[in-house]
């Protein structure tokens, strides 16, 4: 199995900026996908972006322009740099690691973003 540990979430206002992270260890096949998910009080958990092990990523329309996903595979590592955020971006964040070979979904515990004045 594979174990994820996110980290990088807080407080930050409007506008504002942060970066998360999320290491992956366990049994880490070398075809994947890595991602990230919101969940938001009351909301369904949505996808946020997603990046392959070639480094091709997708975003959700929501966040095109404003949110950055990358990776880097000497540390499976997964990174979201959150920009000009909004007060729709409050969520927990969740890092999600799909192994393609056999369709099996690994996710993390979250880690909460607040966007506050």
């Known amino acids: 199995q594979v174990q994820l540990v996110e980290s990088g979430g807080g407080l930050v206002q409007p506008g504002g900026s942060l970066r998360l992270s999320c290491a992956a260890s366990?049994?880490?096949?070398?075809?994947?996908?890595m991602g990230w998910y919101r969940q938001a009080p009351g909301k369904q958990r949505e996808l946020v972006a997603y990046?392959?092990?070639?480094?091709?990523?997708n975003y959700a329309d929501s966040v095109k322009g404003r949110f950055f996903i990358s990776r880097d595979n000497t540390k499976n590592t997964v990174y979201l740099q959150l920009n000009s955020l909004k007060p729709e971006d409050p969520a927990v964040y969740y890092c999600?690691?799909?192994?393609?070979?056999?369709?099996?979904?690994?996710w993390g515990q979250g880690t909460p973003v607040t966007v506050s004045s």
């Open positions: 999600n690691f799909h192994r393609i070979i056999n369709s099996r979904d690994f």
């Open positions: 366990g049994s880490i096949f070398n075809f994947n996908r």
């Open positions: 990046i392959f092990s070639d480094g091709t990523p």
